[in-house]
């Protein structure tokens, strides 16, 4: 199945780069060797900033400007499929022993499955970039060919298409394969020397114009510039306290990342080491572009944590960096703006300077500590639950994982959100269809309660208020409040209230509605937004904000049902679960009042809710926990583990042969 998933993306990416007009495929390639490429001009390959590769690279791209146009298109796509494959392979049976059977035969396909989703790699295909080749050729001199001066052959070569991999050197130097690195060094010094003597204008201007190429393909302090010398031009500084300060940063970023790898190769673990000498390489170059930065990928192969619940985090972490936008990692708030403009960086420099990757001779490394799970209650039905080994953790999950992937969650929720977008006659001709069923059942009491919730000032504010303020606060919170107190109950919590909002993102999409706000003709005042003119299609901006026609079913009612329901099953004082059921009855009246849902709006919500916590029973069973399921080992860290019994297994004293009973213990 994963190397049927394998097949499909390579496919996919295929047909998205090959299915592209001419002019918006392979950019970078068709720059430099189309027909009006730089590698066909007359003249200096930097005469414009379009050529970013060393003159070494020109030299090897010149024969391939013989090439058809539609023809190299091809081979150039499928070529780059090739090396993703081979790297792929290669970095899978390179993982530090002992290797499972299991891990053996998953590795190759998750790692090429990675390896096509990662950002860098897409940016490569999409460009026409080199980049994967110095990557692959760096971990065949490492762990495929034999002998030392093979070895440094193939990373000098790599150094000549990328300056910076010749820290690799160093790296070899540092483990004693000090002939290799020679060699590597030489590689590099004779390729540099031959583009030398061949285009000795273009070399003058690569090597000491540009200073290895800074300056070459964009802005180097624009956000596509992922390395510590685009972060400081980004922070404001620049000019020679800029330069000072970037060599000395670089200088320390190397002294540490470089002695960490030599430790870790080692330790037995030389592709953990190749991915943060790699890292180093990121952030001490001039320029790195999201195209080279797939080292940043391998150090998602470092142990992190002593405990099994932690030992995710790392991988987790690094997945969701190096596949996804920073945009969708972190919140639009300007005081992380710094922190989502560099994120890539920030990764490259943790594996290269702070993550504390685990030794082989931990005795964490095989066997981490394991995680309390307790076994659930018996179900109503035989088939229930249908995911038996989902038994319940619980121990807290970790916090950042939990914060990154509620994060990822809920940007892919905004924008299948936004995406799922029909005509405007569409979503009124179903907010026509809910108007009629409505009074039909003598239900359609919007338009009154609208009105009558207008002309009463404080009312009209409250709300308002209510409705554009606790929608997210309130299910935070409880999530906050049972991740503190009763991590076993966040985790159940937690996946229903996900499986509900799939399920009305599902609604979102199927069933585009609009609101009685927008429905024109029928009288309705929109208490929160304004008025709406309905001249507009599109309603003003507030469409390029959000998606006006996700209503159906309502996650505003859906949300502070789901936030009734769990305060009244675990909340220990009367009138708290009160208090939680005033919620869903402020919500709905707030989402009807302001003309933001109709009635069945609610009634739908309610539906997700319903399904939500049904799939959650399913899967895992009931919430409740099997009395006695505790290991005595376990000491209780939550109220919900106080209030399960725990067994007290009875021992005899050698000396007296009296029973040590549970008062002793």
Known sequence: MLWLIVAALAVRQMAVVLWQPPGERLTDLETWIGENGVLHVAGSLYDSDRFTGTPFAGLVLKPLTRTAEQSLGVAWTFGSLLLVATLGVVAARALPGPVSRRTALLAAPVAISLLMLSLPVRNAFHLGQTSILPVLLVLLGCFVVRGERASGVLIGSAAALQP??????????????????????????????????????????????????????????????????????????????EIALFVVLAAVVCFLGLRRAARYAADGQLLLAVAVTGCVAVAVSPTAWQHQLLWVLLAVVGRVGRRASDRLVWPAVVVLVITLPGTMLLPNMAVLFPVRDNVLLIAALAAACAVPFLPRTSEHWQHPIPTDHAAPAPARWNRVPLLPFRRRALSRPNLLLELLLIRVVYSAYAHVRLAATAGRATAEQHGHQIHAIERWLHIDIEHRVNHAVVNVGWLRGFFDYYYTTFHFIVPLTILGVLYVRRPADYRWARSTIGFATV????????????????????????????????????????????????AMPSLHFGWSLWCGVVVVMLAPKMWMKALGLLHPLFTVSAI??????????????????????????????????????????AKPRDDLERSVPVPVPRSTDEATGDAVGSRQH
Do not use: E
């Open 503 to 550: 399920f009305a993102l599902v609604g979102f999409w199927l069933y585009p509605l609009a609101p009685p706000r927008l429905m024109p003709g029928l009288g309705f005042i929109d208490t929160v937004h304004g008025v709406q003119d309905f001249a507009k299609p599109d309603y003003g901006s507030l469409t390029a904000m959000t998606n006006q026609y996700a």
């Open 164 to 241: 910076t991999v010749l820290l690799f050197a160093v790296l070899l130097w540092l483990t004693g394969r000090r002939r290799a690195a020679l060699t590597g060094g030489a590689t590099f010094a004779a390729c540099t020397a031959w583009a030398w003597a061949a285009m000795p204008g273009d070399s003058w201007t690569y090597w000491v114009h540009h200073v290895a190429g800074t300056g070459l393909g964009g802005n180097a302090d624009s956000l596509a510039n992922q390395s510590l010398h685009g972060a400081l031009l980004r922070s404001g500084l620049a000019g020679p306290p």
């Open 592 to 633: 009807v009042a302001t003309a933001n849902h109709w009635v069945l709006d609610a009634v739908g919500g309610a539906a997700v809710v319903l399904l939500g916590f049904g799939l959650a029973y399913v899967l895992a069973g009931p919430r409740a926990l099997r009395p006695g399921a505790v290991p005595t080992a």
